[in-house]
């Protein structure tokens, strides 16, 4: 590992050839650099006798435009000033003076002595010279532009090979059936969606093999030409460097991401434990105080996402880039986001924590909320849902079944089938006791009433022209109510009917003759005992 970040760093560093140019001149700068077909050569600091920067810039190209192809044949040679008052050194060829490279021209922040600063423009010079020879010779220049048409036929060739893959590729895409995917039970078909997807992902992928050919083909091809070699080495260089500061990103990250690795599998081990204790508590296979069958699955969906934020905020310190500024943004924003929106749906989630901590409602129990009469299909987070009588289902958001008054028929002491009820008014010229047996027997003859439970008749309110009586009976386990009920308010018609006794109620416009009373002889009437 040490090895290899040490050739990182070197790869990184073989660009940076040139000392004393600015890789990003000013136009001070720039004004005083010298620059031959595209590559910096020195960058003219401090003046000379009369001269300053500019004008010894000016002086040194006049003499390089009036160097002959013989002088280009010689090497550059830098000696010394004869000058002993004067420190820098004299860069020639073939005895003519090119330009004095003085000791005030090194840039402190540079590092280089007098001597390595003359030998590296003397490298760049010679370079330069020999570009210059080989471009004015036909020879090379053929042969560069042989290279290139190959290069170029090359490049072609792989392209219309990258085409090629990608239609027959696509072909037997097409060609092949469309699975089935069974994990979706058959209600959702994404097989097409799949389909298009594969087939753009192999579009992409030619996409990015032509781009890559290409940008290799253009590198290369510039590199063959002297005038244009700066810009091929430049595009090689920073495609190097690219890959080299990607690998570095990469080593760098692993450890962290060995650290995330580690934190979300002990978090999956924990959650695994979670959901096996929830669930032998939840089957009675185990029995944990404040822990009940109807509250154990909320808790482990609780404890679970506890668990799981928890182990994201350890683990996001170690996340490749979460120091970075883009990082910061998407948490703000996140967090905007949560802030604007959580208010109604955090009224609901904790109204339906309330109901299920509260065990006032479970699956399959029949109650009433509100005005809305119905079984429990569904107790979620955020809505409650009801199967009504008439066949709707109808949700309840969990604030409003909890700001409301919840009657459980399912939920009573004794345990057994759901409770049902029904009033009736009977006037005052009914025995009591009649209507009672009445109530009684209709309760006895309805299908679905558990004979273990007798019947109970409670006589509620005695009104100005009627008595409200109440009959509640307990249904089997498996009874409908709402059928049940609509059976019940049959055999109460038919057994009133039967013994010739008025349900319709009496009401009065003006004061009877004589009292509606009930003599005693008739307080027993049948099916009434004695």
């Given at each position: 590992m040490p090895l290899l970040r040490l050739l990182l760093l070197l790869a990184l560093c073989l660009p940076a050839l040139a000392a004393e140019p600015r890789a990003n001149p000013s136009p001070a700068d720039s004004a005083r650099?010298?620059?031959?077909?595209?590559?910096?050569?020195?960058?003219?600091?401090?003046?000379?006798?009369?001269?300053?920067?500019?004008?010894?810039?000016?002086?040194?190209?006049?003499?390089?435009?009036?160097?002959?192809?013989?002088?280009?044949?010689?090497?550059?040679?830098?000696?010394?000033?004869?000058?002993?008052?004067?420190?820098?050194?004299?860069?020639?060829?073939?005895g003519k003076?090119?330009?004095?490279?003085?000791?005030?021209?090194?840039?402190?922040?540079?590092?280089?002595?007098l001597e390595q600063a003359a030998a590296r423009?003397?490298?760049?010079?010679?370079?330069?010279?020999?570009?210059?020879?080989?471009?004015?010779?036909?020879?090379?220049?053929?042969?560069?532009?042989?290279?290139?048409?190959?290069?170029?036929?090359?490049?072609?060739?792989?392209?219309?090979?990258i085409l090629r893959l990608r239609a027959v590729s696509r072909r037997r895409l097409q060609r092949q059936p469309l699975g089935r995917l069974p994990w979706l039970g058959g209600k959702f078909d994404l097989?097409?969606?799949?389909?298009?997807?594969?087939?753009?992902?192999?579009?992409?992928?030619?996409?990015?093999?032509?781009?890559?050919?290409?940008?290799?083909?253009?590198?290369?091809?510039?590199?063959?030409?002297?005038?244009?070699?700066?810009?091929?080495?430049?595009?090689g260089d920073s495609f190097y460097q690219l890959l080299a500061t990607l690998a570095d990103d990469i080593l760098s990250a692993l450890p962290g991401l060995a650290t995330?690795?580690?934190?979300?599998?002990?978090t999956r081990l924990l959650s695994r434990g979670l959901t096996l204790l929830c669930g032998a508590v939840e089957r009675g296979q185990l029995a944990l105080p404040g822990l009940h069958a109807e509250t154990v699955g909320a808790t482990r969906r609780l404890a679970g996402v506890a668990l799981w934020l928890f182990a994201l905020i350890v683990a996001y310190p170690y996340l490749p880039g979460a120091g970075s500024d883009a990082f910061k943004g998407v948490s703000v924003f996140f967090?905007?986001?949560?802030?604007?929106?959580?208010?109604?749906?955090?009224?609901?989630?904790?109204?339906?924590?309330?109901?299920?901590?509260?065990?006032?409602?479970?699956?399959?129990?029949?109650?009433?909320?509100?005005?809305?009469?119905?079984?429990?299909?569904?107790?979620?987070?955020?809505?409650?849902?009801?199967?009504?009588?008439?066949?709707?289902?109808?949700t309840l958001p969990n604030a409003v079944a909890v700001g409301g008054r919840i009657s459980n028929f399912s939920r009573h002491g004794e345990g057994g089938g759901a409770m049902i009820a029904s009033r009736v008014t009977i006037g005052y010229d009914t025995p009591w006791r009649q209507v009672t047996a009445l109530l009684e027997l209709a309760a006895r003859r309805s299908p679905g009433a558990d004979p273990a439970y007798a019947p109970q008749v409670r006589k509620l309110a005695l009104q100005d022209f009627y008595i409200e009586y109440e009959l509640q009976?307990?249904?089997?386990?498996?009874?409908?109510?709402?059928?049940?009920?609509?059976?019940?308010?049959?055999?109460?018609?038919?057994?009133?009917?039967?013994?010739?006794?008025?349900?319709?109620s009496p009401h009065f416009v003006e004061q009877p003759e004589k009292p509606v009373t009930v003599p005693a002889q008739r307080w027993r009437e049948p099916p009434a005992g004695q």
């Open positions: 650099t010298l620059v031959l077909d595209n590559r910096p050569i020195f960058l003219f600091l401090a003046p000379q006798a009369r001269l300053s920067p500019e004008q010894r810039l000016r002086r040194t190209l006049e003499r390089i435009r009036e160097l002959t192809p013989d002088d280009l044949s010689q090497p550059v040679q830098a000696a010394p000033l004869a000058d002993s008052s004067l420190r820098g050194i004299a860069l020639s060829i073939h003076p090119l330009f004095t490279l003085l000791a005030d021209d090194l840039d402190p922040g540079d590092q280089l002595t423009v003397r490298d760049r010079l010679n370079e330069q010279r020999l570009a210059a020879l080989e471009q004015r010779s036909p020879e090379q220049m053929a042969k560069a532009a042989l290279l290139a048409l190959l290069a170029s036929a090359a490049f072609a060739v792989l392209l219309a090979l097989r097409h969606f799949l389909r298009a997807a594969e087939c753009q992902l192999v579009d992409v992928t030619a996409l990015l093999c032509a781009l890559f050919a290409g940008y290799v083909w253009l590198s290369y091809a510039l590199g063959l030409f002297p005038y244009t070699r700066p810009l091929g080495r430049k595009l995330v690795a580690m934190i979300f599998l002990l967090g905007l986001m949560v802030t604007l929106g959580s208010a109604g749906l955090m009224n609901h989630a904790m109204s339906g924590l309330v109901l299920i901590y509260a065990r006032a409602l479970r699956r399959g129990d029949y109650v009433r909320v509100g005005e809305v009469e119905g079984t429990v299909i569904e107790l979620s987070a955020l809505s409650t849902k009801l199967a009504t009588s008439q066949g709707y289902e109808i009976l307990r249904l089997l386990p498996d009874a409908d109510p709402p059928g049940a009920r609509d059976a019940l308010h049959g055999e109460i018609l038919d057994a009133f009917n039967e013994f010739g006794v008025q349900i319709m």
